[in-house]
T-cell receptor, first 112, second 112 residues
């Protein structure tokens, strides 16, 4: 039973345009959400996070939006760069929990 | 300097063998984790230790045994390896349980 879903296995975007990666969750107890980026043959790298008390968090070119009523979050990358090409994982954590639940990942390709 | 390191990076072995994967973090973190990324690309938590104490122990075969000699190390020992154990295993650490996790580069285990 997937509690965190990334329904798009892949996404291609032109350099300079916006990349939007989506994530849906089913567990209403989740209150903290994270995005990780993973290059081939490397471990995931923490990118940005958001608490359920917010609906937006921004860090440079990366912005995460949270819609709690829809149980949906998205990661926006503007402008997209070729170095952003990687697999992006969405993860979620429940209040008082120690563990992260990961989605299956979306492979982003930014075309020069 | 590598923050979270794992050895070996690749491990090829025969069914029935016993093997260990080592993990070390130099970040001064209190909590360490082991994840398994299977062929379907899901990252699933296996174990977590906080200050050398086991805090997460998901449903994994008891052929898998984590060992934490100190806060900076969390090793994974696997007995009687099976074909289905083939996967990439990631070690991670966080400042405290439930906070952002920093991942190692992964160990690709292939059981023949």
């Amino acid at each position: 039973d997937q509690q965190v879903k990334q329904n798009s296995p892949s996404l291609s975007v032109q350099e300079g345009r916006i990349s939007i990666l989506n994530c849906d969750y089913t567990n209403s107890m989740f209150d903290y959400f994270l995005w990780y980026k993973k290059y081939p043959a490397e471990g995931p790298t923490f990118l940005i996070s958001i608490s359920s008390i917010k609906d937006k968090n921004e860090d440079g070119r990366f912005t995460v939006f949270l819609n709690k009523s829809a149980k949906h979050l998205s990661l926006h990358i503007v402008p997209s760069q070729p170095g952003d090409s990687a697999v992006y994982f969405c993860a979620a954590k429940g209040a008082g929990s120690y563990q992260l639940t990961f989605g299956k990942g979306t492979k982003l390709s930014v075309i020069p | 300097d590598t923050a979270v390191s794992q050895t070996p990076k690749y491990l090829v072995t025969q069914m029935g063998n016993d093997k260990s994967i080592k993990c070390e973090q130099n970040l001064g973190h209190d909590t360490m984790y082991w994840y398994k990324q299977d062929s379907k690309k899901f990252l699933k938590i296996m174990f977590s230790y906080n200050n050398k104490e086991l805090i997460i122990n998901e449903t994994v075969p008891n052929r898998f045994s984590p060992k934490s000699p100190d806060k900076a190390h969390l090793n994974l020992h696997i007995n009687s390896l099976e074909l289905g154990d083939s996967a990439v295993y990631f070690c991670a650490s966080s400042q405290a349980a439930g906070q952002e996790q920093y991942f190692g580069p992964g160990t690709r285990l292939t059981v023949l």
